[in-house]
């Protein structure tokens, strides 16, 4: 049954056309490499190179190398994930919620450049995160690893098949249900990024500590339930626009994703335990000198 004739104000995604992706999805390899080279370039001669030694000091140096790398790494994504907020927001919701735009719309009036050539960056901008984050970090989890392998490809491919001679038109609301995916990810997995910066800074803080971890916790949990509620919202309502194979793949993928981001939210609830933990035996013994 069409659902559109079962809801009489169907959302702008399910009823306009979103043409082709963008002119630039073709050099999707060239956009990648820059990004990857640009954070190469901010890694090693930036970040390594003198602005964390001057910013932390004895700090950063005294860290082991696991940990040094894992800090820099936590910079980098918390500062690029701001960015891309900044920049996808305007097109991201144009697109995705609002009855004009399309891939196609300027991103400014009278520009060459448009809301899809500003997507398809930002999505090889937070695909490039997690790729420099697999081939950096020293040690990943399994579940870390299978999340950001499984986005790169998710991404990577929703771009793919939009270009000829794969180009289906159900691609295009997947590339959307991809971008929904990623401003959760860069909105909600953001300040976990600087809570285990201030972590690595005040390791001894164990009642700021405590807090942060556990807004950390709620704040990842709390995106895992909004972006179930709007992708599948996005989903059900665009239902009758989706071949089969996406109808059931899309649900399967979303199912992992959630569950890599709910394993996220107990390791910051085992986090903000240990230090409360840590915060008692503290308090404890300080009741102790000054008996």
């Not at 190469?40 to 910013?55: M, N, P, Q, S, T």
């Amino acid at each position: 049954m069409d659902l559109s004739k079962r809801h009489p104000h169907p959302i702008p995604l399910g009823t306009k056309q979103l043409g082709p992706i963008s002119d630039l999805a073709p050099f999707s390899a060239l956009i990648i490499s820059l990004v990857l080279v640009i954070f190469f370039l901010v890694r090693f001669y930036v970040l390594e190179g003198f602005l964390i030694r001057r910013l932390y000091g004895s700090i950063y140096t005294e860290m082991s190398e696991l940990n040094r790398r894992g800090f820099v790494n936590h910079h980098i994504a918390g500062v690029t994930k701001v960015i891309i907020l900044v920049v996808a927001a305007y097109p991201f919701i144009s697109v995705a919620f609002c009855k004009g735009p399309s891939f196609n719309t300027p991103f400014v009036k009278g520009s060459v450049v448009t809301l899809g050539d500003m997507l398809i960056v930002v999505a090889q901008i937070l695909i490039g995160i997690y790729i420099f984050e697999l081939i950096y970090r020293v040690k990943l989890s399994p579940v870390a690893v299978m999340h950001h392998v499984g986005t790169i490809f998710i991404g990577q491919a929703a771009i793919a098949i939009s270009l000829r001679p794969l180009r289906e038109p159900d691609t295009y609301i997947e590339f959307v249900l991809c971008t929904v995916w990623g401003a959760f990810d860069a909105v909600f997995e953001l300040f976990p990024h600087f809570a285990i910066i201030l972590y690595r800074v005040f390791p001894r803080r164990h009642q700021l500590l405590s807090r942060i971890f556990l807004i950390s916790c709620f704040s990842t949990a709390v995106g895992t339930l909004t972006e179930t509620v709007v992708t599948m919202w996005l989903f059900g309502s665009t239902w009758d626009r989706w071949r089969l194979a996406f109808k059931v793949v899309t649900p399967v993928l979303h199912l992992a994703f959630s569950a890599a981001q709910i394993h996220g939210s107990l390791v910051f609830w085992r986090m903000y335990r240990r230090q409360k933990r840590f915060q008692k035996e503290a308090d404890t013994e300080a009741e102790l000198l000054g008996k």
